[in-house]
């Protein structure tokens, strides 16, 4: 190959040798796509566990927008540009290089995307987390509170037309915004 | 045993021998305590799939106050009640004994749990669960579902102190809110 794949850098037109390779690894039934399960069973965090089902849901969920549960291999080509590009952001966080990101390390993360939490909403993200220890978020845990953060994110922003920070909202849209941008 | 022990009833002082049985059976690496892996290998719904690690998480969560990710025997004695009540209320339910509950029998469960929720909202909760078909939910999903919206429910109602349906919240604790009633 000429030149070099940039780090998370869309492949420029057809599907990698590469990519190929990672697909009919991952398709273990040879079905010509892949469900969260497959997905699940190729990855693994730096805590050296598979991600998790919440994970790979979300994921496979975010290049299939017909909701079948699978994707094919031009949408795999996609995601794994992308979960390199998340692997890329938490390296840079994970300062210590422990496979985890701590308490700071999540604070600087989220501050530089432009997030503005408390304290104490930081403890409760990692301790959802780390159910045991209370200290470190995983890779694949990253991964799923970036997105759902955003996704929830955009969701505020849509009702909140002023930019008050604040947002009146009933019973049912609540929910439904709710279990729409979480897994 | 005297008597027979009623469907879903909490058992009245002691750990009873059945209880004690499968504590041990689920208790894999005989630890002494059972965590959401070992629950979910002991666990099967009605379409022949273990339970989901969210719904898994989830009941543990539920009897793990002290968020140690695991619980003993007297918990996992609550918790057995408690599964076994979902399981009675999701029979119930579903009429046809087809192990999984379609879009009517949904939206009749909820109506009897007291919620009024638009026919697209049930649709939008089935197809969640299924992601391939849209059609059905399972037992496991069911709990999820029923679980989240009762903690949904709670965490409005502290809001809405005039009940009026509709609350009035800022970004954090929005955030806070959704990620807490889901797992």
């Known amino acids: 190959m000429y030149g070099q794949q940039g780090y998370g850098q869309a492949p420029q037109g057809g599907i990698s040798p590469e990519i190929q390779n990672w697909f009919t690894m991952v398709d273990k039934d040879r079905s010509g796509q892949i469900n969260y399960q497959e997905l699940k069973s190729a990855l693994v965090n730096g805590q050296g566990e598979h991600f998790s089902d919440t994970a790979c849901k979300l ?70 987390s780390d159910l045991q220890n209370h200290r470190v978020m995983s890779v694949d845990q990253f991964i799923v509170v970036c997105v759902q953060i955003q996704r929830f994110t955009e969701a505020f922003r849509t009702k909140d037309t002023e930019q008050r920070g604040m947002i009146t909202i009933g019973f049912e849209e609540f929910l439904n915004i709710a279990l729409n941008c979480t897994t």
């Open 59 to 128: 994921m496979i969920g975010m290049f299939d927008p017909n909701k079948t549960g699978s994707i094919g291999i031009n949408e795999f080509s996609q995601l794994y540009y992308y979960i390199n590009q998340w692997l890329g952001v938490f390296k840079t966080y994970d300062r210590d290089q422990s496979g985890g990101i701590e308490e700071n390390e999540l604070a600087q993360a989220l501050q530089q995307m432009g997030f503005r939490f408390s304290p104490d909403f930081i403890k409760f993200l990692i301790q959802k």
